[in-house]
């Protein structure tokens, strides 16, 4: 990404319960929180897994890829330094359907958008925290 | 049907400041006026208020902002003597109200006196601070998930699930525009409203874009205003001014596993699905009993959602269903908004919507009244936060 101007973003704190999520993209890739005993993953983040309420959570490195499973395109200049319009999506990740991130599409033209779109993560860094972003995945139809 | 506390409150007075669009009385000065004109129209005297609530919470001095009146401020202005007081989170801008019916079911209060004020046009939005430039703040909590995306607002996060629901069942901007058309035609018939001028399919399909499906009027007014109600006990109430509206029934409830925006198991549904769902089962009354509806609606896709959740009509039917504003107008099966709700009124938050349904049921509505009312009901929040009420003029 670096021919492309990084555009500033307000951050996250980054806490003892989050971190994980805000760095994992310092090893090239996403984690997200699992249960060790029931398999379910757990988005955002909790201190029990609230299925099975074992103990046993800890973040788990994801395939990375989903799907766009909505979309709105954006026109309101919420900061004045970010060009409008944009997309901003709600991807779906491939391990299960409710895990959904909020998310901007970077390489994706905003008539390329539409839901079921195959995306796969992507990271942009801001210091030592690096955003998870979605990218149509290679070999996508974008219809 | 067990014996549910609520049905032994209601609400006895009602009060609203004026309504401003532009910065125009401190904010505080409104939340004032409208508990005074509560306690005033339920025939009551500030001795006889024994219990306070608010929403949202806050500390004391609050004056202006999202909040312009916090439990402290209005007890120490009006000199109140306060058995029970709550500034509590819950279930979304009712969360006074539905505490106030718990605490005078439990006997803390018999007279309790909610208000949710508004000063959101006197200080500068989030957006507005952040257009003055400068370092962007850290974020927080849920605005972690969102604000990092340039998704700063709600109708952003709206937009992403009505999305989904509009894609889902083939919903179009065509149908939705009926909702804040019939609303602007019941503000031009309430003098209180911001916006009363008629709007247009034309003019709806032409207005600038917002966040897709959203165009500028299917987002709330910001304002400055209050509005209060007085939450009685039932038979401390019979006596007053006013015929007692009664509670036939409240719905407040977080039952999905992750319940938040877009985390939901039955996504794209939404806390006041679960709400909506509660209140039911508290009642013998059905949807088809309802004679108007008063929903939230700080972007319109919200009040659609909240006729499907309540069931009057089948999921993702809500489009055929508003189709023509036929059926939602003053004359039509479920009036819908009937003083403009947050489109055309003006964003009071919530209890703005409350405020309608009493006035309707009293039969106070004036050009725009309903004819022929018996039940109400009334739906705020959304997304991670609702409530839900059922009202009624006619005695338990």
Redesign the interface.
Same mark, same amino acid.
């Given at each position: 990404m670096s021919d492309e101007v990084v555009l500033?973003?307000?951050?996250?704190?980054i806490?003892e319960m989050?971190a994980y999520f805000w760095r994992s993209g310092q090893k090239g890739r996403l984690e997200i929180l699992r249960c060790e005993a029931c398999g379910l993953y757990?988005?955002?983040y909790a201190a029990l897994c609230?299925?099975c309420r074992s103990e046993a959570v800890s973040p788990e490195p994801v395939s990375g890829r989903g799907t766009v499973?909505?979309?709105?395109?954006?026109?309101?200049?919420?900061?004045?330094h970010?060009p409008v319009?944009?997309v901003?999506a709600?991807v779906q990740l491939e391990e299960q359907d409710?895990?959904?991130?909020?998310?901007?599409l970077p390489g994706c033209p905003i008539e390329d958008v539409r839901?079921g779109l195959p995306v796969e993560v992507c990271f942009e860094q801001h210091g030592d925290i690096f955003?998870p972003l979605f990218r149509p995945a290679a070999g996508a139809d974008r219809g | 049907m067990a014996s549910y506390g609520e049905k032994q409150a209601c609400v006895s007075g009602l009060g609203q400041s004026s309504i401003n669009r532009k910065p125009s009385v401190y904010p505080f000065k409104l939340a004032v006026e409208a508990c005074l004109r509560a306690i005033e129209d339920a025939g009551l005297t500030i001795d006889d208020i024994d219990g306070a609530a608010c929403w949202p919470g806050g500390v004391n001095f609050l004056g202006e902002g999202p909040s312009a009146a916090a439990v402290g401020d209005i007890k120490n202005s009006l000199g109140l003597k306060l058995n029970w007081y709550s500034s509590g989170e819950g279930a979304a801008m009712f969360a006074p109200v539905i505490n106030a019916i718990g605490a005078i079911a439990a006997g803390y209060a018999t007279h309790v006196l909610c208000w949710r004020a508004v000063g959101e046009r006197w200080v500068p939005t989030?957006?507005h601070a952040?257009?003055a430039?400068g370092p962007?703040?850290?974020?927080?909590g849920w605005?972690?998930?969102?604000?990092?995306?340039?998704?700063?607002?709600a109708?952003?996060w709206t937009?992403?699930?009505a999305?989904?629901h509009m894609?889902r069942y083939g919903i179009t901007r065509e149908q939705m525009a009926a909702i804040p058309i019939v609303q602007r035609r019941n503000a031009g018939l309430n003098p209180n409203a911001i916006y009363r001028e008629p709007l247009t399919m034309d003019a709806y399909l032409g207005a600038?874009?917002?966040?897709?499906?959203f165009c500028l009027y299917d987002c709330d007014v910001p304002c400055d205003g209050a509005t209060a109600v007085i939450v009685s006990r039932l038979d401390a109430a019979k006596d007053l001014r006013r015929k007692p509206i009664r509670f036939e029934a409240v719905g407040a409830a977080a039952t999905d596993?992750?319940d938040?925006w *877009?985390?939901?198991?039955d *996504?794209?549904h939404m806390m006041m699905h679960d709400a909506a769902r509660a209140m039911w089962r508290r009642t013998d009354l059905k949807p088809k009993d309802v004679g108007s509806a008063h929903l939230y609606d700080g972007f319109t896709y919200l009040a659609m959602f909240w006729l499907e959740a309540l069931g009057f009509m089948k999921e993702g039917e809500v489009g055929a269903f508003i189709e023509g504003g036929r059926r939602i107008s003053l004359d039509g099966e479920l009036p819908l908004n009937t003083n403009g709700g947050q489109l055309s009124e003006g964003r009071l938050h919530g209890l703005g919507h409350l405020h309608e349904a009493v006035l309707q049921l009293r039969g106070q509505a004036g050009e725009r009244q309903v004819k022929d009312l018996k039940v109400s009901v009334t739906g705020v929040g959304g997304g991670g936060f609702g409530g839900a009420l059922l009202l009624t003029n006619e005695d338990l």
């Amino acid at each position: 990404m670096s021919d492309e101007v990084v555009l500033s973003r307000p951050l996250p704190v980054i806490t003892e319960m989050n971190a994980y999520f805000w760095r994992s993209g310092q090893k090239g890739r996403l984690e997200i929180l699992r249960c060790e005993a029931c398999g379910l993953y757990i988005h955002p983040y909790a201190a029990l897994c609230p299925r099975c309420r074992s103990e046993a959570v800890s973040p788990e490195p994801v395939s990375g890829r989903g799907t766009v499973a909505s979309f709105t395109i954006n026109h309101q200049p919420w900061f004045p330094h970010v060009p409008v319009p944009y997309v901003i999506a709600l991807v779906q990740l491939e391990e299960q359907d409710d895990i959904r991130l909020v998310a901007n599409l970077p390489g994706c033209p905003i008539e390329d958008v539409r839901v079921g779109l195959p995306v796969e993560v992507c990271f942009e860094q801001h210091g030592d925290i690096f955003v998870p972003l979605f990218r149509p995945a290679a070999g996508a139809d974008r219809g | 049907m067990a014996s549910y506390g609520e049905k032994q409150a209601c609400v006895s007075g009602l009060g609203q400041s004026s309504i401003n669009r532009k910065p125009s009385v401190y904010p505080f000065k409104l939340a004032v006026e409208a508990c005074l004109r509560a306690i005033e129209d339920a025939g009551l005297t500030i001795d006889d208020i024994d219990g306070a609530a608010c929403w949202p919470g806050g500390v004391n001095f609050l004056g202006e902002g999202p909040s312009a009146a916090a439990v402290g401020d209005i007890k120490n202005s009006l000199g109140l003597k306060l058995n029970w007081y709550s500034s509590g989170e819950g279930a979304a801008m009712f969360a006074p109200v539905i505490n106030a019916i718990g605490a005078i079911a439990a006997g803390y209060a018999t007279h309790v006196l909610c208000w949710r004020a508004v000063g959101e046009r006197w200080v500068p939005t989030y957006s507005h601070a952040n257009a003055a430039g400068g370092p962007l703040p850290r974020v927080a909590g849920w605005m972690q998930w969102t604000a990092p995306y340039w998704a700063p607002s709600a109708a952003n996060w709206t937009a992403l699930v009505a999305g989904a629901h509009m894609h889902r069942y083939g919903i179009t901007r065509e149908q939705m525009a009926a909702i804040p058309i019939v609303q602007r035609r019941n503000a031009g018939l309430n003098p209180n409203a911001i916006y009363r001028e008629p709007l247009t399919m034309d003019a709806y399909l032409g207005a600038r874009m917002v966040t897709t499906p959203f165009c500028l009027y299917d987002c709330d007014v910001p304002c400055d205003g209050a509005t209060a109600v007085i939450v009685s006990r039932l038979d401390a109430a019979k006596d007053l001014r006013r015929k007692p509206i009664r509670f036939e029934a409240v719905g407040a409830a977080a039952t999905d596993r992750m319940d938040t925006w *877009f985390a939901r198991d039955d *996504f794209p549904h939404m806390m006041m699905h679960d709400a909506a769902r509660a209140m039911w089962r508290r009642t013998d009354l059905k949807p088809k009993d309802v004679g108007s509806a008063h929903l939230y609606d700080g972007f319109t896709y919200l009040a659609m959602f909240w006729l499907e959740a309540l069931g009057f009509m089948k999921e993702g039917e809500v489009g055929a269903f508003i189709e023509g504003g036929r059926r939602i107008s003053l004359d039509g099966e479920l009036p819908l908004n009937t003083n403009g709700g947050q489109l055309s009124e003006g964003r009071l938050h919530g209890l703005g919507h409350l405020h309608e349904a009493v006035l309707q049921l009293r039969g106070q509505a004036g050009e725009r009244q309903v004819k022929d009312l018996k039940v109400s009901v009334t739906g705020v929040g959304g997304g991670g936060f609702g409530g839900a009420l059922l009202l009624t003029n006619e005695d338990l």
